[in-house]
């Protein structure tokens, strides 16, 4: 992984998130519970139309990879995700397994460019999560994450040397093309 | 203080939703994220934001 950025900035350079507050389901355990916080960031694919695509992702310090939806990596990143290398039978915690195809991307967070991230594209449906998860290889390699749930904050640290320079944008997939009706003067 | 996605997401129990930029209204949803993104490109949205609808998205351990 490298982190690239336009900016003069150095390692150590901290970001601050707030938490994502989420609707969730009172339970017997829980009785009162209607909403919990959770450690999301939205990552951004940048696409050479001048645009970007926003995914939120997770920060999960349990999962030993980052992992992604399928669709993500075939209709935003047009990518043909089973040509990736496979990894079988990913173990979750409820003990079902998945198979996860990965793929080395790029995308930003703020006003970083991450590159040559190891992701592995999860078969549509069975990531458990309704967002990326961003784990150890490749994130927590490179980022001191620092979580402040009382103040509904957390910061990421950059651990390593930047590089100058941008990544490269992403062709606009054919699922994301946009036809613009063509105005007519009468 | 959080972001709060109980609001803009409170009527999306399922599919891709695409959010506003600012996280604080749904711009688009649909069952792909190619449905989802439809609407907000057209409408020139340069950075929605991509997350699937839930009823709960609480009580998971990722």
């Given at each position: 992984m490298k982190i690239?950025?336009?900016?003069r900035d150095y390692t150590g350079v901290t970001l601050p998130f707030k938490y994502s507050k989420v609707r969730s389901k009172p339970s017997p355990a829980f009785p009162n519970k209607k909403s919990a916080l959770i450690p999301l960031i939205p990552i951004y694919?940048?696409?050479?139309?001048?645009?970007?695509?926003?995914?939120?992702?997770i920060i999960d310090s349990g999962a030993d990879c980052c992992f992604f939806h399928w669709e993500i990596g075939e209709e935003v990143l047009g990518l043909d995700v089973k040509k990736g290398k496979k990894m079988p039978k990913v173990l979750?915690?409820?003990?079902?397994?998945?198979?996860?195809?990965?793929?080395?991307?790029?995308?930003?967070?703020?006003?970083?460019?991450i590159d040559d991230v190891y992701v592995g594209f999860v078969d549509k449906g069975k990531l458990g999560t309704k967002y990326g998860i961003l784990g150890q290889l490749d994130f927590f390699d490179v980022f001191q994450v620092i979580f402040e749930k009382s103040n509904d904050s957390f910061k990421l640290i950059s651990m390593i040397p930047f590089e100058e320079g941008k990544i490269e944008p992403y062709e606009v997939t054919e699922s994301l093309k946009v036809s613009c009706k063509k105005k007519t003067n009468s | 203080m959080a972001i709060n996605l109980v609001k803009p997401l409170r009527n999306h129990t399922k599919g891709w939703v695409a959010l506003s930029p600012d996280l604080k209204r749904v711009?688009?949803?649909?069952?792909?994220?190619?449905?989802?993104?439809?609407?907000?490109?057209?409408?020139?949205i340069k950075k929605p934001v991509l997350i699937l609808?839930?009823?709960?998205?609480?009580?998971i351990v990722p």
């Open positions: 690239r950025t336009t900016r694919f940048p696409l050479t139309d001048g645009t970007s695509i926003g995914y939120d992702c979750g915690i409820t003990g079902d397994t998945f198979d996860a195809y990965f793929h080395s991307i790029r995308f930003k967070i703020e006003g970083w460019d | 711009v688009g949803s649909g069952s792909t994220p190619k449905e989802a993104l439809k609407g907000p490109r057209s409408k020139g609808g839930a009823e709960d998205y609480g009580n």
